[in-house]
């Protein structure tokens, strides 16, 4: 039998809510029709917004919102978004299918969006091909609240009250689509760009994320944090998980794979933890004693697109493996809260590992978004230390433990362990022993089926989280965990 052990009485520290974040690119039908179809559609919404879902992610508990991109962002100029919508510009999403984009959601239908799902919102500034001076306008412009030109402007287009926009990102993936720079090179425009982000209001600090590192190019976190770390808050990692880690050729499918397929992918997505604990290292030593948190800012599957798609719109289906990987990165995180300040999975409707997907009015929750709700009283409660003790399964090329967990109390003492059994097709007797806490009772629910399990527009609840029966036998928590399967055990003070 499996044992999963909780120390009550060791954490890393407090889950930041944050990493529960997503991220909205102007990528495919992620935007238009996916959150914004405007005040006169059809499709029922307030301000333009779908209230299917802004509600299914207000449920989810979004904590924040990046956007507007991704390689987008290094291509997006603010001015062409604000004012009245038939003088905005009209330009071409050169990164994202060709297609024309009419700037219609802009500066102000993104803050209305955040407010509508009460999130924080993280804006991804243009370093690629912007300048220092649009960068600080477009901070002027959300968080100045006296006279000023940015805010002056900002009233004549109906805002009064400053947003206090909080998390700035300083490019994206400035190695690649954001201009193809050296980690040196970058270093210094960070500098130039961080000089001229200025705090508006000393209760509404700005957090300046920096453009970090793709996987494992630990030159490039230690050299930005070398060069630019005194002037920066954060740095940021993208990490994608691939089926096939082959970025050129064909990245497999989303809901067809072997058996070999799937146990790949979730040892490509455990890689996570190496590159958490590597990065945080690395920021810790090359930032000479100040505290860097590190932002994952880009996470999630990257499959082929569904056929007969555009292939720039980068739209999946999400299936129980997808789940898995969810489960499994959000654990990591749990666990390495003391240095993960925020992550944001890409992207959060309709384009690579979404929570929803959405088909003209329909709307259907991915096995992603279960994770995400079934995980959501992580977010603000203390990490507790936790073990699984457990067997190493999978293939010859892949060997994943059968078990991966993370545990957290919140402040009412309430603990949530959340189990993941990676066996494609064996259930897990496991027995949970919780030290150092008194609980009075135990509630579960699972989310299991076929690694290959997903919902349809003709199907949508068929992966749904469902009531689960755990026994309390002499103090431990027991329970058969079904095979690929996403646990999450509640016990109340
Ligand atoms: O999420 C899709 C793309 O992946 C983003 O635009 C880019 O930052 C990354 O390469």
Redesign the pocket.
Known sequence: MAKIIVNASRSVGTINPNIYGH?A?H?GRLIYGGIFVGENSDIPNVNGMRVDVVEALRKMRIPVLRWP?????DTYHWKDGIGPKESRATIVNT??GGVTEDNSFGTHEFMELCRQLGCEAYFSGNVGSGTVQEMSDWIEYCNMGGISPMSQLRRANGQDAPWNVKFWGIG??AW???GNMTAAYYADECRRYSTYMRNYSPDHKIVKIACGANALDYNWTKTVVEHAGHMIDAISL?Y?TLPTNDWQGSKGSSTEFDTKLYYETLDHTLFMDELVENHSRVIRVAGKGKKIGLVVD?WGT?YDVEPGTNPGF?YQQNCMRDALVAAINLNIFNNHCDTVMMTNI??VVN??QAVILTEGDQMLLTPTYHVFEMYKNHQGAQQLECYAQTRMIGVESAKVPQLHASASRDEQGNILLTIANLDESESCPVSCLIADAAFTSVSARVLAGDPHAHNTFDSPENVVPVEFAVTVENGEICAVLPACSVCAITLKA
């Open positions: 991220f690119e990528l991109g991704g390689c987008f962002a990164n994202w994206n993936e690649g689509c954001g993208h994608y880009e990257w980068l890409a992207q384009v690579l």
